[in-house]
Nanobody, 124 residues
């Protein structure tokens, strides 16, 4: 079992930055691929970024490429999402997720454990 707790969301002006953190506890974190997802009102949950167990491979949705950076610190059981040049369309609840697989995973069905989400609101 893995417990995930996100933090770092909030209200920011367009063009600003936020850094989301996801603290994992429970079973070993270092062996799990991790991902960030988001869900805006009236829309389906979508992948934002993903990372393999070692942090050596990453994936980004086209909408966030060049603006967001996913990283992990396995010794501290923490996943990060640095979000720069934020846009109003980035407004959503952002979720941290952990897979039982070590390799890079993209679809939401590949993830078993989910956090409760943190709200990111970008004002125009």
């Amino acid at each position: 079992q893995v417990q995930l707790v996100e933090s770092g969301g909030g209200l920011v002006q367009a063009g600003g930055s936020l850094r989301l953190s996801c603290q994992a506890s429970g079973r070993a974190f270092g062996g799990n691929a991790m991902g960030w997802f988001r869900q805006a009102p009236g829309k389906e949950r979508e992948v934002v970024a993903a990372i393999n167990w070692a942090g050596s491979k990453t994936y980004y949705a086209d909408s966030v490429k060049g603006r967001f950076t996913i990283s992990r610190h396995n010794a501290q059981n923490t996943l990060y999402l640095q979000m720069n040049s934020l846009k109003p369309e980035d407004t959503a609840v952002h979720y941290c997720a952990a897979s039982t697989y070590p390799s890079l995973q993209i679809p939401s069905w590949a993830y078993t454990y989910w956090g409760q989400g943190t709200q990111v609101t970008v004002a125009s």
